[in-house]
């Protein structure tokens, strides 16, 4: 092995975090009006996609998987994100419906996890984001056969040309995409601080609130 092809050494790769303290009585009563406050200053602090979030699921035999996805909305309902049922983060919920999101919000040394159950979005609200999406990502959607094994680049491209020669305009939504929503029972607030010694607090669904909790770093 040469010099270039060995592995870096990660040891001495570490950043000091210096965040504003985040105590109980900074949190909003309940965490999706936390999140919401939280989101729009990754907005403010031009955080590229702030709604790119790591889904973990994990199937029923108990093998894990995550991936980045894009959070589409949120109420106090849940999370919402699409993408296609026969993938395997779909056959994944399917078979176990619970997952947990992650945004990592690096820059403003700030992250935060959602633990939750899954549901799919009724066929009426996916239709009407599908519609919503510009039409190459329409195609797309139709395209893909989202993790299922491709033969080469070149075959992709000519199923995505032939689908864009049938559809020249406002391609049907597919019976086999659509919409999940996870709704939270944990939520945590992660803030970087000095020394390793990072804030977190989680909210914990309790009988019909939440209650908050402090978890050493």
């Known amino acids: 092995m040469d010099a270039t092809s060995r592995p870096p050494s ?12 985040l105590t109980e009585a ?9 999140f919401t406050i939280w989101f729009g200053e990754a907005l403010d602090a031009g955080l590229p996609e702030p709604n790119a979030m790591i889904l973990a699921t994990c199937s029923a035999g108990g093998l894990p998987t995550a991936r ?19 993938s395997r983060k779909g056959r994944d919920l399917r078979e176990n419906p619970r997952a947990s999101l992650l945004f990592p919000w690096h820059p403003i040394r700030r992250q935060v996890r959602v633990e939750g159950t899954v549901t799919r979005l009724a066929r009426e609200e996916s239709a009407a984001y599908f ?37 020249p305009e406002d391609p049907p939504v597919p019976d086999f995409w659509g919409g ?9 607030f992660w803030q970087g601080q000095i020394s390793r010694m990072h804030d977190r607090l989680r909210y914990r669904r309790a009988g019909g609130g939440w209650v908050v909790e402090r978890l050493a770093p």
């Open 131 to 167: 519609r919503s999406r510009p039409y190459g990502s329409r195609i797309g959607a139709w395209a893909s056969r989202q993790s299922a094994v491709v033969g080469s680049r070149q075959e992709l491209d000519a199923r995505y040309a032939e689908l864009a020669a049938r559809w």
């Open 10 to 21: 990660l040891a001495g790769l570490r950043r000091t975090y210096e965040g504003a303290p």
């Open 26 to 34: 900074d949190l909003a009563p309940d965490p999706v009006t936390q």
């Open 180 to 188: 999940f929503r996870v709704a939270p029972v944990e939520m945590e």
């Open 68 to 86: 980045t996805v894009l959070l589409k909305g949120y109420d106090e309902h849940g999370f919402v994100f699409y993408t296609n049922y026969e």
